[in-house]
């Protein structure tokens, strides 16, 4: 397949207001990460980065506001053009990302 | 046979139902249709294959090896009329008489089963370390997920670390892809490897298998440390690098001799965790075992648990990966085919023999491999007290100790204490590390600490959902409601 021919295939949504493109089939949270976006939410207690860990739906740590639904698995659900995907902050507003960890941070 | 209990007197029209379609759900299908019966296969993904055969959810730029998973997709489709497939189906409650609450595409329904096999697979053991929850640490599953399923390169400079062959597959997958893959750290000493041996030689397929494994990532240039543990994850935001010690044969790492390596990505695990979510709902009765989870079902030799008419299969009912679970599905299928009276129970016995051969076979080299795995109390010191034990409530591991040390040494009491694994994830990521670290802190055995305790619904679903409204612009207040009312539940 031509780069042309998967560029016209490509999904266009949006992410925090950043217009993303995937391709077809491929999770939220897997074409966010093709684009370097893997802070996917900002925790509620210590405003800390998460992003995408199991891949399979066990962890529920790359929750994210998909069409104003919160809470939506972005490693399980698949990308759709048009689709408005935003990062959850503290208290279940729409947050940017923290820069703070948990224990880890240098 | 053992296959004969309480359960309803079955004829052609039992109603049959597999959850999961990975290796095990996928072969007791498929056996159940050889021998004419009818099947519904339950699975929460697109389609079927499970995690280890995961259907690619865009198309691979590179002709993929031929895979047992093909193989299998093909056979199910083959028996297209016998074995229906619901596809993108969670199974959110099991209730009396196999019953199951099913959510799906349409909503929220009730599937009845004279006969129910859950073969609910397995996820990664990652217990916690020092910034384990920063960006760009994932399990190595996930990376394999991105890498293979997605078309996606899970970082630019990735290390692999834990323990097991699967550290040594995803390393392949990734340099197969053109990704960096800077080294591979195990906590496995070579020596170790030596001294179980014997038992690898019972398997000389599977021990050539994986020593091709390692003179593939020696060819592939990938630097193999082993006696090696993470230590920690650092970062501003993401993962920027980790920190790497030798360790001995308890896993306890020599700080002084640590060193960084910078990386964008680490992919941690250290085994796999059986789901035990569905079972628990079934109210089959459980076993401690030494492996990562620490929990199985108990089962008879046809894979029949404590519930008459419900059996497991496949690495849910212990894990022993792909080619064990196929078996087993096999031999499960059989065992149901009987005692539905579809076959003879001599023919069940004759055709049981060679499938129960090759597992005894393959148990012993399994054994070996599961000595090497067992969990140290080295892996379950790393985390310092600030470090967040339970990803969901963000509880840390300063507050777990507190409680431990006013005397909640049980998971139930820990978690009524300070909230751990009342999180979304139910407990999956936090509590079989927790139990573990509770075991390895010498406060009682597997069975004082008790296993994880999941409620319906297993995944959650919104009060619409469970209605059969299925309105896609549900309230988020809705959604909320039915997190709570689960939170009171499970601290009752």
Known sequence: ?106 | MSPDSAAPKPSDASRLVVVGAGPAGMATAITLAERGLKVTVVDQNPRPGGQIYRYPAVPSTKPRDPDRGGALRELLAEHSDLITVLSGHNVVGIYPERRLGLCGPEGFRILEADRLVLAPGAYEYVPPFPGWTLPGVMTPGAAQQLVKSQGVAPGRRVLLAGTGPFLLVVALALHEMSVPVVGIVDTLRRRDAFWKLPSLLADGKLLKQGLDYVNGVRKAGIPLMTGHIVTRAEGRGHLEQVVVAPCDADWVPNHERSRPIVVDTLCVGYGFVPRLGLAQLAGCELTATNLPGGWIPVTDAWGQTSVPGVFTAGDGAGVAGAIVAELAGQLVGLGVAASCGAIEASEAQRSAEPIRERLHQLSRFRRGLDELGSLRKGLSQLADESTVVCRCEEIRRGEVDEAISSGSTTLRSLKMATRLGMGPCQGRMCQPACARRLYDLGLGSLEDIGWPAFRPPLVPVTVGQLAGLNDPEQEPAEAKLVEDAWDTDSAS
């Open chain 1, 1 to 106: 397949m031509s780069t042309s021919q998967l560029r016209s295939e490509m999904v266009q949504f949006e992410f925090d207001g950043r217009q993303v493109q995937g391709r077809p089939g491929q999770s939220v949270a897997a074409a966010l990460w093709a684009v370097r976006e893997a802070v996917l939410r900002t925790t509620a207690e210590h405003q800390a980065p998460r992003g995408y860990f199991c891949g399979m739906g066990v962890c529920f740590d790359c929750l994210v506001t998909i069409d104003g639904r919160p809470n939506c698995q972005a490693c399980l659900v698949p990308i759709a053009a048009g689709m408005q995907v935003t990062r959850q902050g503290p208290a279940g507003t729409s947050g940017t990302s923290g820069t703070e960890s948990d224990g880890g941070a240098s």
